[in-house]
């Protein structure tokens, strides 16, 4: 039905008294059935609410306050404190962390990384817009208000996945407009290193029966989609995958990074030229434009799978 | 960002890793008193931050103190890749027995730092693990404790090295690892690191990477090697075009508009947000347009730095018509962006209608953001119309112009 979260899906907001935050808190309330933030943190700012949802000093106190385990968390403190917020979270058994926040070090986003797989805990991000469960439920800004969330995204078949927030968006607006609904679509992260990558992911959505073909937005930098490549050839998926290649034109601008941290180019297998050949050996149908992605989605569906 | 090899080696030496009797001059005078200083045949190196030197002519062996001199007279002005050095390096010829290779990179896959080491240094280590990987060692660090001394050795006897070398070249390794996390990172090599005849191992080259996020809290590392914070260290300088750009997105902290970067062409692009702007731009030129420049807008930034960048890239020479195109915005007002690329026509004393080829941001706010545009009779489209459309037909109308 949907991959990492659902309705019953329980989360805080760190960092929630945010101008960001608060927004972002408007916008999960209202959207599908209402997601349930269970309470906020933000140090010193105990005993006020934001849309009703309380504040607490501590994550601790928050989970008290619920009397239950949380499933997850919302982080969107600045870059500085974003670590020991996480920390904090893993701590205190939340197990599914969205870190908004961006400008975020590698070596502290590496050290969550590897404490949140320790703790059998999952992140997604950072410098992400979160994840959505179209007409259900959405974890983070991905869509924005629930009403311009709701033109966007619609329920159905294909999962969506992508290295820019705004992207997810506009890809699954796109689906939606041809009659294409979306399982679950997740804004990944547009940094070097982050939390889930596609490879990650893909056994989620591989589990999921709703879900039935993969569209991906992707960039030049980094080796994830070259992951991908190598996932998707040794496990036979019986999903099949369309992406998208977006900074074709920094392939002329090596050593100069664009849209993103991840982009920086660290060597040749890091070109869009490059990742666009290992995408399609391995299977994965390259889409020139966004608006061909529908088709393709539908051509793929149409000649293998059924669920 | 990355540092000039003088900065990389002071590093390496704060780390306790032996060094050569190194200097570092800006002028020929003082790359003649450090070769005095040293005392017999040196090397000459040009400080810039572009690779190629040796075969641009920006590395030269001096045998006495004035020949020195007249190198580093030579080098200082030799532009290499369009940079210009920023002083010499003037290091003692060393007696090299075998060169070696320690580096430190992340290995984004894995999440976490891995170490590289080789028997096989001096050459690009991307070739050696091509042609000879039995000569590569590798290992991975943990990211939540610090790097223990036994991996540096595991990975240092994985390509065959042993005895005294192996002793020698663990310490080296380690301290290495310790450094690319301790100051931030993201490359961190000693190629080639020399063992000299004498049996000791010393540093003939260093190259260190630092995250830009890191910046902030590596401060006092910067400070004390004389970087400043407005040195960006980007592949190419920023043309004073790009330099206005980030003044338009420091005109106040609400939004983003700037990341401009400068290109040729005479179609001005407002366009975003990061990966909106990537996927603009390249749909543009698959339509045959030719860009002038790359710029980010997002984040809800104000009508006046919305107008800021659209009067920027309007004024730039050579530009005939804008395109102001977004993926579809949620948190940034459709109507704010409609407001500022109108104001910056009509402040030039342009017809919009005229100067911008196509209005395509869809989301929220856009029936009012559309009501602005069609008093001016700007051509704009909501999200029926796909981002590769919108560029296509501003290509269209651009190349109306230039016919």
């Known amino acids: 039905v949907s991959i990492l979260i659902n309705e019953e899906t329980t989360f805080i907001v760190q960092g929630i ?97 590897e404490l949140a797989n320790e703790k059998d805990a999952r992140i997604i991000g950072p410098n992400c817009l979160g994840v959505i469960v179209p007409d259900v439920i959405k974890m983070g800004g991905i869509g924005g208000p629930a009403k311009d969330a709701a033109k966007a995204y619609s329920p159905g078949p294909v999962g969506v996945m992508s290295r820019s927030g705004g992207m997810t968006t506009e890809i699954s607006s796109t689906l939606t407009a041809a009659g294409l609904g979306q399982s679950t679509a997740v804004s990944i992260g547009g940094d070097a290193i982050i939390g889930s990558t596609y490879t990650e992911l893909m056994p989620l959505f591989e589990a999921d029966e709703q879900s039935q073909a993969i569209v991906i937005y992707t960039e030049p930098g980094g080796r994830m989609e070259a992951d991908l490549a190598r996932w998707v ?68 569906i149409g000649s293998g799978v059924t669920s | 960002m990355r540092f000039y090899e003088y900065e990389s080696r002071e590093i390496v030496k704060r780390a306790g890793i032996p060094v050569t009797k190194y200097g570092f001059a800006r002028t020929a005078e003082e790359a003649r008193d450090i070769a005095e200083d040293i005392g017999g045949p040196v090397v000459i190196k040009s400080q810039v931050l572009t690779g190629g030197r040796m075969k641009a002519g920006g590395v030269k062996f001096a045998d006495t103190p004035p020949e020195a001199s007249g190198y580093a007279e030579e080098i200082l002005q030799l532009e290499i890749n369009g940079h210009m050095p920023r002083g010499v390096l003037v290091d003692p010829k060393a007696e090299v027995k075998q060169e070696y290779y320690a580096g430190v990179v992340w290995d984004g896959i894995r999440k976490k730092p891995v170490m590289l080491f080789s028997d096989m240094g001096g050459i690009d280590i991307e070739e050696v693990d091509r042609e000879h990987p039995e000569r590569v060692g590798r290992g991975h660090l943990s990211n939540l404790t610090e790097a223990p001394e036994f991996r540096a050795k595991e990975v240092v006897a994985q390509t065959g090295v042993t005895a005294r070398q192996l002793t020698r070249a663990t310490p080296i390794l380690a301290r290495l690892a310790r450094l690319f996390s301790d100051y931030d990172m993201t490359l961190a090599e000693i190629n080639p690191l020399g063992e000299l005849e004498d049996g000791s191992f010393v540093a003939l080259d260093a190259h260190m990477e630092m995250e830009n996020e890191a910046r902030p809290r590596q401060a006092q590392l910067l400070a004390e090697l004389g970087v400043g914070d407005t040195e960006t260290r980007e592949a190419r300088e920023a043309t004073p075009f ?81 395109a102001v195109m977004m993926s579809i915005v949620s948190n940034t007002r459709v109507d704010i962006v409609a407001r500022g690329v109108v104001k910056a026509c009509l402040e030039l004393g342009f017809d919009p209608a005229e100067k911008i080829a196509i209005f395509r941001i869809p989301g929220a706010w856009e029936d009012e953001g559309f009501k602005i545009l069609e008093k001016y009779g700007v051509e704009y489209c909501d999200r029926s119309v796909s981002m590769h459309e919108a560029a296509r037909r501003a290509v269209e109308k651009i190349q109306g112009v230039a016919a």
């Open chain 1, 17 to 113: 008294t945010g101008r960001e935050a608060v927004n972002l808190t408007r916008e999960c309330l209202d959207y599908g059935s209402g997601a349930k933030v269970v309470g906020g943190v933000t140090p010193g700012r105990k005993g006020r609410d934001v849309h009703g949802v309380p504040v607490f000093d501590t994550v601790e106190q928050a989970v008290a306050d619920h009397g239950a385990p949380v499933d997850g968390s919302v982080v969107t403190v600045p870059p500085a404190f974003t670590k020991d917020a996480v920390f904090e979270a893993l701590e205190h058994g939340v197990k599914l962390i969205v870190i908004v926040t961006e400008r975020i070090p590698r070596r502290d986003v590496a050290q969550m990384v």
């Open chain 1, 233 to 300: 050839t040794e496990n036979n998926s019986r999903l099949p995958i369309v992406a998208f290649m977006a900074g074709k034109f920094m392939d002329e601008m090596p050593g100069m990074s664009f849209g993103h941290a991840g982009t920086i180019v660290e060597g040749k297998a890091d070109t869009a030229s490059e990742k666009i050949a290992r995408l399609q050996e391995a299977g994965i149908t390259v889409a020139e434009e966004i608006a061909e992605i529908p088709d393709l989605v539908k051509d793929r």
């Open chain 2, 242 to 322: 790009e330099i206005k750009g980030e003044q338009v997105d420091a005109m106040d902290h609400r939004g983003v508009a700037g990341n401009v970067t400068e290109f040729d062409g005479n179609l001005g692009l407002v366009i975003g947000a990061g990966g909106g702007s990537l996927t603009l731009f390249d749909a543009v030129r698959k339509y045959g347009g030719k860009p002038a420049n790359y710029c980010e807008i997002g984040g809800n930034p104000s009508v006046a730095k919305a107008a800021g960048l659209a009067k920027l890239v309007l004024s730039k020479p050579g530009v005939d018509k804008i």
